[in-house]
């Protein structure tokens, strides 16, 4: 019997372990979520009715993959160190969305050769830029696949912390889905023992009460400036450098 998850899984290691990238990875970290989970539907209420539940996406959809591509700690480190924004995670940001891209069309390809159906969306920039909600959310993609829990940094915190990115895709048939963290892997939320994303966050935008997008966006913004070679590169990532970028605090 067809392995579907196997195939899935050894795919993404594959393109992983063989990608022609100047930013080294840790092992990628891949859940599943049936599209019958009732968080898709309160994603509406939650993100904005905008939001597209997966089978707007693709009209047969039974499954969610979502995976997380972790940055080696070098990469981490690199932006972890001064308060400038370092190239490495620019490099990186504008690598890894090019892999999730072809991760995106290699398992398109692969599973289309079974008869499956597969929608995929972009690793970024699938928002609207006056109010910046996401019509299509990797991360809570990946939150309702079992990935990891929100931290008050607003990233996804999973076994491999949150210094990486996420992709996802729905597809046509079944898989059996991932079981979701019963444990807060942020540290504040779980003992209020952590405020470092608060406190390096260059320009307020992070506090304990939430996150101001605009403010955030402005920076990312200004510091796409400072690539001028790489693309767009509306980065910043000093919320995603603290004790939970590698780990998930266990
Ligand atoms: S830096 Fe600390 S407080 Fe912020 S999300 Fe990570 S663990 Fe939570
Ligand atoms: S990305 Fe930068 S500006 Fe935005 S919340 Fe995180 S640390 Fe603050």
């Not at 692969?110 to 299509?136: M, R, Y």
């Not at 895709?169 to 470092?196: G, H, W």
């Not at 260059?202 to 001028?228: I, M, N, R, S, W």
């Amino acid at each position: 019997m067809l392995d579907l998850a196997k195939i899935v899984i050894n795919l993404i290691n594959f393109q992983v372990d063989h990608a022609k990238t100047q930013t080294q990875y840790r092992k990628p970290l891949i859940g599943f979520a049936s599209v019958n989970d009732p968080l898709f539907n309160q994603m509406k209420e939650i993100i904005g009715p905008h939001h597209l539940h997966p089978t707007e996406l693709l009209p047969d959809a039974q499954t969610v993959i979502a995976f997380f591509l972790p940055f080696a700690e070098t990469v981490i480190e690199a932006n972890r160190k001064d308060s400038q924004i370092a190239r490495e995670w620019a490099i990186a940001y504008i690598e890894t969305n090019e892999l999730i891209s072809t991760i995106s069309s290699e398992l398109e390809k692969e599973l289309a050769a079974h008869g499956i159906n597969v929608a995929t969306q972009p690793a970024t920039h699938n928002f609207n830029e006056q109010d910046l909600t996401a019509s299509w959310s990797n991360k809570s993609m990946a939150y309702v696949a079992g990935l990891g829990t929100f931290g008050i940094n607003h990233l996804l915190i999973t076994p491999a912390g949150c210094g990486g990115r996420f992709g996802s895709m729905v597809i046509s048939a079944k898989i059996t889905p991932s079981s979701r963290p019963t444990v807060e892997n942020c540290l504040y939320l779980r003992d209020a023992k952590c405020q470092f994303c608060v406190k390096n966050c260059p320009t307020g935008a992070l506090t304990l009460q939430g996150l101001d997008k605009q403010t955030c966006y402005a920076h990312l913004l200004e510091v796409d400036k400072q690539f001028p070679d790489l693309g767009l590169c509306d980065i910043c990532g000093k919320c995603a450098v603290g004790p939970c970028a590698y780990y998930n605090n266990r």
